[in-house]
């Protein structure tokens, strides 16, 4: 599952211009006073302004080199203030064979840096943006868990691990969809999960309109 375009919306656009561009150091094109584009290696992340009495947050991940994640970890460090659960600033996960960290940008979305040491793409210098390869997946709340897995299923798609009624990653190790309930407290962090509008283009499906 190719994710090739992501469109998600804010009530801050600017200060998501300038963190992104700026503290983070990544590629921005496009930008207006409504919207901006944002280069994440094969995706094209779009952020669009929008009125809202709550400011939407997301999460979303970046998949980084399988053997760069210190370094990634060092970068991240660097610039922003990272997640943490308990004493931890980073996740291992057995089931997925995946190491990961989090940080938040000022709109409160979640982003993830997650290296996943089944796939071969090694890079052979240092860390950088240009090694951020994609968007490798995208949070997707809702209030019935396996029937939005279903209908995901219909598009093509394909449960990926263990499902349960909180908690589903849909897609393969390329791109997911992580369905979670609303409600649901997110990985690293105390915000819990919410329904908001996004736009994702995936290679061989299509554009989808969620939210």
Not at 58 to 69: D, E, K, L
Not at 72 to 96: F, P
Not at 167 to 193: C, E, M, N, Y
Request: glycine residues 6%; charged residues 25%; negative net charge.
């Amino acid at each position: 599952m190719m994710i090739e375009e992501l469109k998600l919306y804010t009530t801050r656009l600017e200060d998501l211009k300038h963190f992104y561009r700026d503290t983070l150091g990544m590629e921005v094109s496009n930008a207006t006073d409504q919207a901006f584009n944002l280069e994440v290696g094969g995706t094209k992340m779009i952020f669009k302004s929008c009125e809202t009495d709550r400011e939407p947050f997301y999460h979303v991940a970046w998949s980084i080199p399988t053997n760069r994640f210190k370094q990634a970890k060092q970068w991240a460090a660097s610039r922003v203030v990272l997640s943490r659960e308990g004493d931890r600033e980073e996740m291992y996960s057995t089931n997925w064979n995946s190491h990961s960290l989090y940080f938040e940008d000022p709109a409160g979305n979640i982003i993830e840096l997650i290296a996943h040491h089944r796939t071969q793409n090694e890079s052979d210098h240092d860390f950088s943006t240009q090694d951020i390869l994609q968007v490798c997946e995208i949070g997707l709340v809702t209030e019935d868990v396996l029937s939005t897995v279903n209908e995901l299923q219909r598009i093509g798609l394909t449960r990926w691990g263990e499902v349960s009624d909180t908690f589903a990653p849909v897609g393969d190790v390329h791109g997911l969809f992580i369905v979670v309930k609303k409600d649901r407290t997110w990985f690293f962090s105390t915000q819990k999960a919410e329904i908001y509008p996004l736009e994702v283009s995936i290679r061989g499906v299509g554009k989808l309109r969620i939210g």
